[in-house]
């Protein structure tokens, strides 16, 4: 299977891949280029928020050319593919992500409520505590999405008393919790200000905007 892998994307390079699954189906070498350089686009803005894609895999299936090579040029074939990956991601139900920071803090133990108390408000999780041998330091390890990171140290060092160090590091990526196509959810709400803030049409396009009916 990984021999009928066409392309990963954007750039070539990411972590996002089309596949040619079809069988018996003629000239498909004819229409290959068309629909890589569709991929490298679609793959680099989006559906959702113009912004790049991740963990997407799009397999084609199946396709139906036009008799006349010149109906299968560039220009025919790479705005229809794209409209068909952003239209295969929406039925997919598609998602927002959101990185992730692996946070390590240093603290006592009598800061161990504080720490938890904002992480866990903070969307975060605890993975690890751990007393260092000998001493009264604990070293504490956990997630934290990059989001809620602004302001973490100031209000960490407001509840345990100035006792907890952290440090972030970008660890990761994870879906983010709730449907974008939910208006009443967080993620429909960074949506939103993600495309007033690149200047786009505010609401997410539907299936309709990228259905071709023949």
């Not at 959702?48 to 008799?67: C, F, K, Q």
């Not at 041998?133 to 070293?139: D, E, S």
């Not at 509840?159 to 709730?178: C, I, K, L, R, Y």
């Amino acid at each position: 299977e990984a021999r009928k892998i066409w392309a990963f994307g954007p750039e070539a390079a990411g972590p996002n891949v089309i596949v040619d699954a079809t069988k018996a189906v003629q000239n498909m070498h004819e229409v290959k280029d068309s629909f890589i350089n569709a991929w490298q686009i679609a793959t680099k803005h989006g559906p959702l928020a113009d912004e790049e894609l991740r963990g997407v895999r799009y397999n084609v299936e199946d396709m139906t050319m036009h008799a006349d090579a010149i109906h299968r040029g560039a220009g025919q074939m790479v705005p229809t593919a794209k409209r068909n990956v952003f239209a295969a991601m929406i039925t997919a139900d598609v998602r927002l992500m959101e990185p992730i920071f692996k946070v390590e803090i240093q603290t006592v133990e009598s800061a161990l409520g504080g720490i938890y108390s904002v992480i866990t408000r903070r969307r975060g999780v605890v993975l690890e505590e751990a007393n260092r041998p000998g001493t009264t330091i604990y070293n504490i390890v956990g997630y934290l999405p990059v989001q809620e990171s602004f302001g973490f140290t100031k209000d960490l060092r407001a509840n345990t008393g100035g006792q907890a160090f952290p440090q972030s590091v970008f660890d990761h990526w994870e879906p983010f919790p709730g449907d974008p196509y939910d208006g009443k959810c967080q993620a429909a709400e960074v949506v939103l200000k993600t495309r007033t803030r690149k200047g786009i049409n505010p609401e997410i396009p539907g299936l309709d905007k990228f259905y071709d009916k023949l």
